[in-house]
C-alpha cells in the first residue's frame, strides 16, 4: 500500500506564496502522473494543476500564470509553487498519482490520494 503525504499549507496574506511537496510513503516504479487537486468548503473537487512523466503541465484556468507544478521523478515527489495567492485560492489541496505502479513485475495501475493539506488565503 502507498500513502502520499503533502505538506507545506498553512495561513497566508493575499499576495504571498506557499510551495506544497507531496511524496509517497515508499518507492514507486512508475506514475503517469501527478496533479493537485483543491476543494473548497461547498465546492466540488477542482483540478488545479497535472504534470505528466514526461513533463507536460497542464493548469486550471484561474491559476495559470501564477501557479506551477513541478516533480522529482527519481523521488516520485510533486511540488506545486503558489504565488499571487487570492482569497479565492483557499482550500484543502489533495495530491493525485495517476496511473502508479508499484512494481516493475506485479500489479496494475492505480490512482492515489493524498489526505489533503489546508490552504488558507485571508484578503
Known amino acids: 500500500q502507498v500513502q502520499l503525504v503533502e505538506s507545506g499549507g498553512g495561513l497566508v496574506q493575499a499576495g504571498g506564496s506557499l510551495r506544497l511537496s507531496c511524496a509517497p510513503s515508499?518507492?514507486?516504479?512508475?506514475?503517469?502522473?501527478m496533479a493537485w487537486y483543491r476543494q473548497a468548503p461547498g465546492k466540488q473537487r477542482e483540478l488545479v494543476a497535472v504534470?505528466?512523466?514526461?513533463?507536460?503541465?497542464t493548469y486550471a484556468d484561474n491559476v495559470k500564470g501564477r501557479f506551477t507544478i513541478s516533480r522529482d521523478s527519481d523521488k516520485n515527489t510533486v511540488y506545486l509553487q503558489m504565488n499571487s495567492l487570492k482569497s479565492e485560492d483557499t482550500a484543502v489541496y489533495y495530491c493525485?498519482?495517476?496511473?502508479?505502479?508499484?512494481?516493475?513485475?506485479?500489479?496494475?495501475?492505480?490512482?492515489?490520494w493524498g489526505q489533503g493539506t489546508q490552504v488558507t488565503v485571508s484578503s
Open positions: 493525485n498519482a495517476q496511473g502508479a505502479k508499484i512494481y516493475s513485475f506485479i500489479g496494475d495501475r492505480r490512482d492515489y
Open positions: 515508499r518507492r514507486i516504479f512508475s506514475i503517469n502522473a
Open positions: 504534470i505528466t512523466s514526461g513533463g507536460t503541465e
